[in-house]
Nanobody, 122 residues
């Protein structure tokens, strides 16, 4: 399994931005689906974005489309999630995850980071 570590979370006002980072313990992103998922208190974990590491194809759920951008840096084996126009309902624990492709959004990835908190105040 790939070891993943998230960073970049925190507290931001509504309308603000945050950029989450996810780094891997090994440069073995050759053939992975890399996902960002989140879990709000009392809610189920949901996938919000996914990228095919090999070709950079990116996918988003409707709740974040147009506001969040997933990207990659192959030289450092880093995955990013730029979050703009944040809303209070985006408040959640955010997780980076990896699995074999193709991309998917259900929370059954095989490798997970510990998660990082994002809080958006009204």
């Amino acid at each position: 399994q790939v070891q993943l570590v998230e960073s970049g979370g925190g507290l931001v006002q509504a309308g603000g931005s945050l950029n989450l980072s996810c780094t891997a313990s090994e440069l073995t992103f050759g053939d992975y689906a890399m996902g960002w998922l989140r879990q709000a208190p009392g809610e189920e974990r949901e996938g919000i974005s996914c990228m095919h590491w090999s070709n950079g194809d990116a996918y988003y759920t409707d709740s974040v489309k147009g506001r969040f951008t997933i990207s990659q840096d192959k030289s450092t084996a880093a995955l990013y999630l730029q979050m703009d126009s944040l809303r209070p309902e985006d408040t959640a624990m955010y997780y980076c995850a990896a699995d074999k492709p193709p991309c998917f959004f259900h929370p059954t990835f095989t490798s997970w980071g510990r998660g990082i908190q994002v809080t958006v105040s009204a």
